[in-house]
C-alpha cells in the first residue's frame, strides 16, 4: 500500500494505472489532513530545507544526481533523531550485533 494526499500528480489517471500494473494499492489522506500523512510531511520538508534550497538546478539531469545523492545520504548517513542520534546505518549496525535494542516505534 502507498499512502499519499491529493496532489494532481497522485490522482492522475496514469499514476492508478501505475499502481494497478504493479499491484500497489493506493490510499489517499482527506483533504486537509497533512497529519494523516505526517511522516511523508515531515520527510518532504527535511529535502525541501536541506536539498532544494540549496541548489539551483540548470537541467532535470542536474536536479536528478543531486536529489539522488541527497536521498542516499538521508537513508544512510544523515543523523536522524528518531535514531537516538544515529545514522541509519550506524543505527542498523548498532541493533544487529545487539549494542542497543531497537526503538519501539507506535503507529
Not at 21 to 28: K, L, M, N, S, Y
Given at each position: 500500500m502507498i499512502r499519499t494526499d491529493n496532489g494532481p500528480q497522485f490522482i492522475s489517471k496514469a499514476?492508478?494505472?501505475?499502481?494497478?500494473?504493479?499491484?500497489?494499492e493506493h490510499e489517499r489522506i482527506p483533504n486537509q489532513t497533512p497529519n494523516k500523512n505526517a511522516f511523508i510531511e515531515s520527510y518532504h520538508s527535511i529535502v525541501e530545507?536541506?536539498?532544494?534550497?540549496?541548489?539551483c538546478f540548470e537541467t532535470y539531469e542536474e536536479a536528478f544526481v543531486e536529489v539522488d545523492r541527497f536521498i542516499r545520504y538521508y537513508n544512510t548517513e544523515r543523523i536522524h533523531g528518531s535514531l537516538y542520534d544515529w545514522s541509519p546505518k550506524e543505527y542498523l549496525r548498532l541493533v544487529t550485533t545487539g549494542l542497543i535494542n531497537p526503538k519501539n516505534i507506535a503507529l
Amino acid at each position: 500500500m502507498i499512502r499519499t494526499d491529493n496532489g494532481p500528480q497522485f490522482i492522475s489517471k496514469a499514476f492508478h494505472a501505475f499502481c494497478e500494473q504493479v499491484g500497489v494499492e493506493h490510499e489517499r489522506i482527506p483533504n486537509q489532513t497533512p497529519n494523516k500523512n505526517a511522516f511523508i510531511e515531515s520527510y518532504h520538508s527535511i529535502v525541501e530545507q536541506e536539498c532544494y534550497q540549496r541548489n539551483c538546478f540548470e537541467t532535470y539531469e542536474e536536479a536528478f544526481v543531486e536529489v539522488d545523492r541527497f536521498i542516499r545520504y538521508y537513508n544512510t548517513e544523515r543523523i536522524h533523531g528518531s535514531l537516538y542520534d544515529w545514522s541509519p546505518k550506524e543505527y542498523l549496525r548498532l541493533v544487529t550485533t545487539g549494542l542497543i535494542n531497537p526503538k519501539n516505534i507506535a503507529l
